[in-house]
């Protein structure tokens, strides 16, 4: 299985906020330490184009997941979604951002 650091995106009102950028270049300074691929993961509705934008600007893979029940945040859809990803890729590193969001969930 190959090894993996996840950075779960934070974004509100279609722009990918700073913190994401920030956890990206932690991954990969981590990354060095600790070789394994970076990949990031965003959660919402009608992301792609958001995930598309995002892999150009960092290089990196994005996995988008969608969903309707995304379109705003909740920390129990974010709970369920994270948790049945991660459990599915098993992640050596998840980083979330230092947010009232990514400590709510």
Do not use: N
């Amino acid at each position: 299985m190959e090894r993996s650091i996840v950075v779960v995106a934070e974004h509100f009102q279609g722009e990918i906020l700073p913190v994401t950028y920030e956890l990206a270049a932690f991954a990969k300074e981590l990354q060095q330490l600790h070789p394994a691929a970076v990949k990031i993961l965003i959660l919402g509705d009608l992301i792609k184009d958001l995930a598309e934008s995002m892999a150009e600007q960092t290089g990196l893979e994005v996995t988008a997941i969608q969903a309707p029940g995304l379109r705003s945040y909740t920390c129990e859809a974010y709970e369920k979604v994270l948790g049945d990803f991660l459990l599915e890729v098993k992640p050596s590193y998840v980083c979330v951002p230092h947010t009232s969001t990514g400590w709510d969930y």
